[in-house]
């Protein structure tokens, strides 16, 4: 038989013999304490595994957002779930996709993906990269509209939470604004003729602050930004969609002749200006307006805390009854069906759901819209000015991010370059709305009759 280990101190041991007690007892006073020890170490480690931390790790391309997420977003989960131990695991934005496929092909990636709009999501819970959240308790505070991004065509698996939403619009300098006396246009006929003014009264700054050597903006805050006004916001997109109209048809093509106007007021030698460089300029006081998406606000409190700025939303023209804006669905996150911790990884999605998070992603970056039910308030005067405009217009996203991109050439890449070609002076807007409508009618189905109309080669 095994001898118990002796784990009483030598000190007690002595005080054993100074009372007087004899062998027999000191050796069932050291069986006694040895099984105390060994029961105290199985209960501390039974006990330390039960309640040991659960670790979950976040993919995402966010990577200006570490510090929020680290100071602000994960402390507040975790007043709720002290112990989860969430990590935000950003990658660099041009490398995520590439980055995150390969981590899911080795098995190497992280409980929670951060998902894009659209078709990459869709690819990734097609190859079984995303679970499926329809039973995740919260998903009702969401619209149908606000998870579109984010489910299958048919509408009937949901495989992200919907987080935010970025808005298009306009910014401008309200200190220039008072020192001219121009007041925010109510119609694109206001707009174009206060562009006039600005140029003739104040022929040292820009009237527009944008450029067209990225391509990539006169798409986004040019085109996307104007065109739903004419378009019809949601029910033109479908009707586009279900082939009854192209880009140069009607709305479609009156949106491309609408851009066309700012080319006379964009900065002097817009053609090489940057995205960075217009940037630049708006917050040094070079320029009157900033065709702009929510996303842009908090960057320019952080480069000059001191500009005085103010928003409206892209006028429509005179005479219309309703307005529309890009409200554009930007981010949500999903979860990894391989995740060794999905239990733990699912209270957090489902915490995203919750006013709690909307309220505070809101405010702590102002420019993203929760796409929740909730009415929340947001402090940023002016992301609540964007916000706003939800009350007054009906909202669609990006056109070509749905479908239309899906194969080569896509939409959205195409969308840039007539979107440039228009503002440098390359093509009439007709020229290139037949040029994109038949890049896409090309492999588009529902527009392969629009290649025939248009003679396409």
Known sequence: MLETPNYLPESAIKVLFILGAGRKEKCMFRRLTGALALAAFLMATFLGGAFAKQQVIIESWRTDDLKLWKDVIIPAFNKHYPDIEVIFAPTNPAEYNAVLDSKLQAGTAGDLITCRPFGKSLELYNKGHLAPLNDLPGMENFTDFAKVAWSTDDGSVTYCVPMAS???????????????????????????????????????????????????????MGWHNIAPNYYGGEAGRRAFLAGKEGFHTDGFLKGFEALA???????????????????????????????????????????????????????????????????????????????????????????LTTKEFAELYGNALPGFFPLHNFNITISDPVANEFLSWRQTSEGT???????????KPDAETDLWVASVNILNGNQTPEEAAKWIECRLSSWYQPHKHFHEELNCK
């Open 166 to 220: 970025v808005i298009h619009g306009f910014l401008y300098n309200k200190d220039l604004f008072d020192k001219y006396g121009f007041q925010p246009p109510k119609t694109w006929e206001e707009f174009i003729d206060l562009l006039g003014q600005m140029k003739k009264k104040a022929p040292a700054l820009a009237p527009l602050v944008m450029g067209t050597k990225d391509q990539w903006e006169a798409a986004t």
């Open 261 to 351: 106007q700012w080319a006379p007021y964009l900065p002097r030698g817009f053609k090489a200006v940057s995205y960075s460089d217009a940037q630049q300029l708006f917050t040094q006081g070079r320029g009157f307006i900033y065709p702009a998406g929510s996303w842009d606000i908090g960057v320019f409190h952080q480069m000059n805390p001191k500009l005085n700025m103010g928003a409206f939303k892209a006028p429509p023209p005179t005479g219309a009854t309703k307005s529309y804006i890009s409200d554009h669905q930007d981010i949500a996150m999903g979860l990894n069906p391989a995740s060794k911790n999905a239990d733990a990884a699912k209270k957090f999605l489902e915490w």
């Open 397 to 407: 996203f990006r056109m070509t991010y749905y479908k239309l991109s899906d194969q």
